[in-house]
C-alpha cells in the first residue's frame, strides 16, 4: 500500500508513521529526516537546505524531487510506503504523481490527521524541550503553520478530488489515533478486496 500522511507541524504525523511502518511493514519516508540527515552529514543538499529549515520554508521543488526520487528507487519501497512530509504543495502533489504514474505505483490513500492548533502549540513545544529541533522555536513555528496553510493545506483539498482522501481527528492519545488510521486502511482494504 502507498499512503501519503498530512497534518499541520506538531499533528502527531510522524509518530504515527513511525508506528504504522511497525504494524504495517512498510518504511516510513520522512523528508523532514531525510533533509536533517543530509544537513548532519553536510551533504551538498543538506548545505543548501540547513538556512531554509532554520527559516522554517520549504526547500525547493526540484531538490525535493530529486531526494524523493532516490528513496524510491531503494529497493524496500516496492512494497509500498508511508510518506510523511512530502507532498507539502501542488507543485510537489503534481510531480509525486507523475513520478508515481512512471513508476506504476500510484498513491493509494492519503490520510489527513485534523487537530486544533491549540494543540499543536503545545506539542511542538514538547518536541523542542525532547528532541532540540532548531526549527522549533515559537516564530519559525508560526511560520512555519502558516506557510502549512498557504501551500500544504490545498494538497489536502487536491486528495479529497482525486477521492483518496480520509480525515481522521488526532486529539485523542497516540493508541487512539492509532487504531483510528489503521480501521480507515483496514476498510480500504476490504473494499478494494474483489
Ligand atoms: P518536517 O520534519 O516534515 O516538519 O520538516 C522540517 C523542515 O524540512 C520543513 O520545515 C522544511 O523546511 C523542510 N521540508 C521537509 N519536507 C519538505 C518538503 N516536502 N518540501 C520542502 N521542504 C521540506
Redesign the pocket.
Known amino acids: 500500500m502507498r499512503i501519503v500522511l498530512l497534518g499541520a507541524?506538531g499533528s502527531g504525523k510522524?509518530t504515527q508513521a513511525a508506528l504504522l511502518e511497525k504494524h504495517l511493514g512498510l518504511p516510513h519516508i520522512?523528508?523532514?529526516?531525510l533533509?536533517?540527515h543530509a544537513v548532519a552529514e553536510q551533504t551538498p543538499i543538506g548545505q543548501q537546505?540547513k538556512a531554509?529549515?532554520d527559516r522554517?520554508?520549504?526547500?525547493p521543488?526540484d531538490v525535493?524531487l530529486d531526494l524523493i526520487e532516490e528513496r524510491l528507487a531503494q529497493a524496500d519501497t516496492q512494497q509500498g510506503f508511508l510518506l510523511?512530509?512530502?507532498?507539502?504543495?501542488l507543485a510537489?502533489a503534481e510531480s509525486l504523481d507523475a513520478l508515481l504514474k512512471r513508476l506504476g505505483r500510484p498513491v493509494d490513500e492519503a490520510i489527513q490527521i485534523d487537530v486544533d492548533p491549540e494543540q499543536v502549540i503545545a506539542r511542538i513545544e514538547q518536541r523542542a524541550a525532547q528532541e532540540g529541533r532548531s526549527?522549533d522555536t515559537e516564530e519559525v513555528l508560526r511560520h512555519?503553520m502558516r506557510i502549512y496553510q498557504e501551500q500544504t493545506a490545498p494538497v489536502v483539498d487536491y486528495y479529497a478530488r482525486k477521492g483518496l482522501l480520509t480525515r481522521v481527528l488526532g486529539e485523542g492519545s497516540v493508541e487512539e489515533v492509532l487504531q483510528l488510521i489503521l480501521s480507515v486502511l483496514s476498510m480500504d482494504e476490504r473494499g478494494a478486496a474483489p
Open positions: 507541524p510522524g520522512s523528508t523532514g529526516v533533509l536533517r537546505a531554509i529549515i522554517g520554508e520549504l526547500v521543488d525535493m510523511d512530509g512530502y507532498p507539502r504543495n510537489q526549527d512555519r
